[in-house]
């Protein structure tokens, strides 16, 4: 109480100040997820009436779905392959555009646009340009070794497609992390290292990739939520084909949600992924030792 | 309502601050009225003097209903209010509205497996005693297509658009410069294959990213070889016919024609509603394509000198001992309307007779301006100022003499087996299910 009294003295924010933030996502984020749990007990069709609830039958289904089991191993390759391509490029382009060269501007702004893009309308433009008759991977297709352009003839090539393009699009995004990650590492670091001899390579990795442990955590742990709730790009591009190999969760659960109108086995597979992604990110935050909030400067 | 939610959102890209504010306000204002004006327009509200909602799928054929719409209201109480819903999400958008007060009180649907699950839950009137006690209404729609509108012996669908029957369409030039004529028989088909591979022109177009369309190969050769009763048994909730040799024998037709090269070697990346498997046939890449009688008009449009002179078109060819009558069709009948049950009294009774404004002449004729082919008996004669009389006439005569008109199955099926069927349907052309596989997949739809 004393606390609260001596905070709220010098306006401070108090318990109070929270309040609408707390109503905030109580109302739009908690109460949707607690009907969702609901909602995965029992069977709907999305119609009037309301769900009858049908005990564990969809929980039991979704053990033993192999569709289910095919996306969610698809979902993990999705989310290794867009971490492991997204994070090395938007490092290095980071870094390099955080120097403050004029020209480094003026690129890093071009690189930036994608974002500005609905992920709606790049899809699209992504899926005029792998048109295998009119588009332009009808010409480039033979040169990168894809015969004839048929890109979405099967799997692993469709799959390679969706994390191509929504890389595409979230590496300017974390392309900004870093430069802010690295613009804020003291110059005074690498003037001592040039003194003590260290060349650009080394200056790196013993300055600035340390320097930047906490922002590639950041960056990471939106990455991998990112890829196991991406949804909109496979809707466009493959719609989850061909035949179920780009089923990603995500979109698993909108098929069944909302064109199969199988609502209580959608909020199942909902739910999954709700656990999922939370546990996993929790999991990096704790083994990256984000939480305990050491400061990369400690010792300066 | 459109023009009130877009004009803030135009405001609210200037820049300035104040801009902005003033921006958010009216949006605000604008959400509010929205939010009100559907809450009373509803049906759950008793009001008698509110005007009907009338929810239909925005397209080029809309200003058909438009004018409907007008001319309804001139001279009844109880006004029409259209209601357009963009296409994509129109499914999805009145499922959700069903049921609760911002439910339409009469909208477009697709008949069969679209509406199924309203007419379980009791959602829709049943308009079987309007079309007895009104048979000079009735009898102005072709008997085979006011039927698909039936669930369980019971009308509930009023058709309100043009046939859509699926046609082999082709490209004259091409035929023109191979010398070759537009297949009758199922060999004439074979040979047409290898003498356009031979050629270099993919024999049939095929957009094989967008399932539907592979279906139609499905469905005419499921109809061909087994007959139209198959499909009848299955769409009357007998998942075991699936089961029946036909259907095997019909995916293996597929699997061949895939081997023999008919669909070419990347079908399974063209898409069909980006245009590209459309053009494919127009820029002569292509011999033929199976695509639904809209295919005329998406022509028209975007390649309009070719629909003029190199456009042909044709039925699908009979099978050897098949048990089907070549003359069946498949494809969507047509559009219709139907009233939600919530509607009482003379509410009601308006609704209905909004219903028969499709029968009448100037709906007709309308329609025939447009570009469709009516659903009505006597539509014959108003064709000739169709914009394109031949293919209307050769369409309407294909619906007419049809003795069965199969509605396609993804709209015939309920949405819980339509989904996962297609994407059966895909794994089958693209060789991901071998026939056996795929008869024992679509066994175990539910």
Same mark, same amino acid.
């Given at each position: 109480?004393?606390?609260?009294?001596?905070?709220?003295?010098?306006?401070?924010?108090?318990?109070?100040?929270?309040?609408?933030?707390?109503?905030?996502?109580?109302?739009?984020?908690?109460?949707?997820?607690?009907?969702?749990?609901?909602?995965?007990?029992?069977?709907?069709?999305?119609?009037?009436?309301?769900?009858?609830?049908?005990?564990?039958?969809?929980?039991?289904?979704?053990?033993?779905?192999?569709?289910?089991?095919?996306?969610?191993?698809? &979902?993990?390759?999705?989310?290794?392959? &867009?971490?492991?391509?997204?994070?090395?490029?938007?490092?290095?382009?980071?870094?390099?555009?955080?120097?403050?060269?004029?020209?480094?501007?003026?690129?890093?702004?071009?690189?930036?646009?994608?974002?500005?893009?609905?992920?709606?309308?790049?899809?699209?433009?992504?899926?005029?340009?792998?048109?295998?008759?009119?588009?332009?991977?009808?010409?480039?297709?033979?040169?990168?070794?894809?015969?004839?352009?048929?890109?979405?003839?099967?799997?692993?090539?469709?799959?390679?497609?969706?994390?191509?393009?929504?890389?595409?699009?979230?590496?300017?995004?974390?392309?900004?992390?870093?430069?802010?990650?690295?613009?804020?590492?003291?110059?005074?670091?690498?003037?001592?290292?040039?003194?003590?001899?260290?060349?650009?390579?080394?200056?790196?990795?013993?300055?600035?990739?340390?320097?930047?442990?906490?922002?590639?955590?950041?960056?990471?742990?939106?990455?991998?939520?990112?890829?196991?709730?991406?949804?909109?790009?496979?809707?466009?591009?493959?719609?989850?084909?061909?035949?179920?190999?780009?089923?990603?969760?995500?979109?698993?659960?909108?098929?069944?949600?909302?064109?199969?109108?199988?609502?209580?086995?959608?909020?199942?597979?909902?739910?999954?992924?709700?656990?999922?992604?939370?546990?996993?990110?929790?999991?990096?935050?704790?083994?990256?030792?984000?939480?305990?909030?050491?400061?990369?400067?400690?010792?300066? | 309502?459109?023009?009130?939610?877009?004009?803030?959102?135009?405001?609210?890209?200037?820049?300035?601050?104040?801009?902005?504010?003033?921006?958010?306000?009216?949006?605000?204002?604008?959400?509010?009225?929205?939010?009100?004006?559907?809450?009373?327009?509803?049906?759950?509200?008793?009001?008698?003097?509110?005007?009907?909602?009338?929810?239909?799928?925005?397209?080029?054929?809309?200003?058909?209903?438009?004018?409907?719409?007008?001319?309804?209201?001139?001279?009844?109480?109880?006004?029409?209010?259209?209601?357009?819903?963009?296409?994509?999400?129109?499914?999805?958008?009145?499922?959700?509205?069903?049921?609760?007060?911002?439910?339409?009180?009469?909208?477009?649907?697709?008949?069969?497996?679209?509406?199924?699950?309203?007419?379980?839950?009791?959602?829709?009137?049943?308009?079987?005693?309007?079309?007895?006690?009104?048979?000079?209404?009735?009898?102005?729609?072709?008997?085979?297509?006011?039927?698909?509108?039936?669930?369980?012996?019971?009308?509930?669908?009023?058709?309100?658009?043009?046939?859509?029957?699926?046609?082999?369409?082709?490209?004259?030039?091409?035929?023109?410069?191979?010398?070759?004529?537009?297949?009758?028989?199922?060999?004439?088909?074979?040979?047409?294959?290898?003498?356009?591979?031979?050629?270099?022109?993919?024999?049939?177009?095929?957009?094989?990213?967008?399932?539907?369309?592979?279906?139609?190969?499905?469905?005419?050769?499921?109809?061909?070889?087994?007959?139209?009763?198959?499909?009848?048994?299955?769409?009357?909730?007998?998942?075991?016919?699936?089961?029946?040799?036909?259907?095997?024998?019909?995916?293996?037709t597929i699997q061949d024609l895939v081997d023999r090269g008919a669909f070419g070697n990347k079908y399974q990346s063209v898409d069909y509603d980006s245009g590209a498997a459309s053009t494919l046939l127009a820029k002569d890449k292509a011999a033929m394509f199976l695509m639904g009688s809209w295919e005329y008009s998406t022509q028209q449009s975007n390649n309009p000198d070719f629909a003029k002179s190199d456009l042909g078109w044709t039925t699908f060819p009979a099978m050897p001992d098949g048990k089907g009558d070549p003359r069946n069709v498949v494809g969507n009948p047509t559009n219709y309307w139907s009233v939600?049950?919530?509607?009482?009294?003379?509410?009601?009774?308006?609704?209905?007779?909004?219903?028969?404004?499709?029968?009448?002449?100037?709906?007709?004729?309308?329609?025939?301006?447009?570009?469709?082919?009516?659903?009505?008996?006597?539509?014959?004669?108003?064709?000739?100022?169709?914009?394109?009389?031949?293919?209307?006439?050769?369409?309407?005569?294909?619906?007419?003499?049809?003795?069965?008109?199969?509605?396609?199955?993804?709209?015939?099926?309920?949405?819980?087996?339509?989904?996962?069927?297609?994407?059966?349907?895909?794994?089958?052309?693209?060789?991901?299910?071998?026939?056996?596989?795929?008869?024992?997949?679509?066994?175990?739809?539910?």
């Open positions: 109480m004393k606390h609260v009294a001596t905070t709220s003295r010098v306006g401070r924010p108090g318990i109070a100040w929270a309040v609408p933030g707390v109503l905030f996502f109580a109302l739009f984020a908690v109460g949707p997820m607690l009907l969702v749990v609901y909602l995965s007990f029992t069977t709907w069709d999305g119609l009037g009436s309301f769900p009858s609830v049908s005990g564990t039958d969809n929980w039991e289904r979704l053990f033993d779905d192999p569709t289910m089991r095919q996306a969610v191993k698809l &979902s993990i390759i999705l989310t290794a392959a &867009s971490w492991l391509i997204q994070t090395p490029i938007s490092l290095l382009l980071g870094v390099w555009s955080a120097g403050r060269q004029k020209n480094r501007a003026v690129l890093s702004a071009i690189f930036f646009l994608p974002l500005l893009a609905s992920s709606v309308a790049l899809a699209l433009l992504w899926k005029s340009l792998l048109d295998p008759n009119f588009g332009l991977i009808a010409e480039i297709g033979p040169w990168i070794g894809i015969e004839n352009g048929n890109v979405f003839a099967d799997g692993t090539s469709a799959m390679a497609a969706v994390a191509f393009v929504a890389s595409w699009q979230f590496i300017p995004f974390h392309t900004l992390l870093y430069q802010g990650g690295a613009r804020q590492i003291p110059k005074s670091f690498y003037e001592a290292a040039s003194l003590d001899g260290a060349g650009t390579v080394r200056q790196f990795f013993t300055i600035t990739l340390p320097q930047l442990r906490n922002t590639v955590i950041t960056s990471s742990v939106l990455m991998v939520v990112g890829a196991l709730t991406f949804f909109d790009t496979v809707l466009i591009l493959t719609e989850g084909g061909p035949g179920t190999d780009t089923t990603i969760v995500p979109y698993l659960m909108y098929e069944t949600g909302f064109q199969a109108y199988d609502m209580g086995y959608a909020s199942a597979i909902a739910t999954t992924l709700v656990i999922v992604a939370t546990a996993i990110s929790l999991l990096m935050v704790r083994i990256s030792g984000f939480t305990a909030m050491r400061s990369t400067r400690e010792g300066m | 309502m459109r023009t009130a939610v877009q004009g803030p959102a135009r405001g609210g890209r200037k820049g300035t601050r104040r801009h902005r504010a003033a921006a958010l306000t009216a949006t605000a204002l604008a959400a509010s009225l929205v939010l009100t004006a559907c809450g009373s327009g509803g049906p759950g509200e008793e009001s008698s003097d509110a005007a009907l909602e009338v929810w239909v799928y925005q397209d080029a054929s809309v200003t058909v209903q438009q004018a409907a719409v007008e001319r309804f209201n001139e001279k009844s109480d109880i006004k029409a209010e259209l209601v357009e819903v963009p296409g994509q999400n129109y499914q999805d958008k009145m499922r959700s509205a069903m049921g609760t007060p911002n439910a339409p009180d009469i909208f477009f649907n697709w008949g069969g497996g679209s509406i199924a699950n309203f007419v379980e839950k009791d959602m829709l009137v049943d308009l079987t005693p309007e079309l007895k006690k009104d048979t000079e209404f009735r009898d102005s729609f072709i008997p085979a297509i006011l039927n698909e509108g039936k669930i369980d012996d019971k009308y509930y669908g009023i058709p309100m658009r043009g046939m859509q029957p699926v046609m082999l369409f082709y490209n004259k030039k091409v035929f023109k410069e191979a010398g070759v004529e537009p297949p009758k028989t199922w060999d004439d088909l074979l040979d047409l294959v290898d003498t356009f591979k031979k050629e270099g022109v993919t024999p049939f177009a095929l957009a094989g990213t967008t399932p539907w369309t592979e279906l139609m190969w499905v469905e005419y050769l499921l109809d061909r070889i087994g007959g139209a009763e198959v499909f009848d048994r299955i769409r009357g909730g007998d998942s075991s016919a699936w089961g029946d040799p036909a259907v095997l024998e019909t995916a293996r939600n049950s919530s509607l009482k009294g003379e509410r009601r009774e308006a609704a209905i007779e909004f219903l028969k404004t499709t029968a009448e002449e100037a709906y007709v004729k309308d329609m025939v301006e447009n570009g469709e082919v009516p659903a009505t008996t006597d539509a014959e004669e108003q064709l000739a100022s169709h914009p394109a009389p031949d293919f209307a006439l050769s369409a309407y005569d294909l619906a007419l003499d049809a003795p069965s008109y199969t509605l396609s199955w993804d709209q015939a099926l309920p949405a819980q087996q339509a989904s996962p069927m297609l994407t059966n349907i895909q794994k089958l052309f693209n060789k991901q299910l071998d026939p056996e596989k795929f008869v024992d997949a679509m066994k175990a739809l539910k």
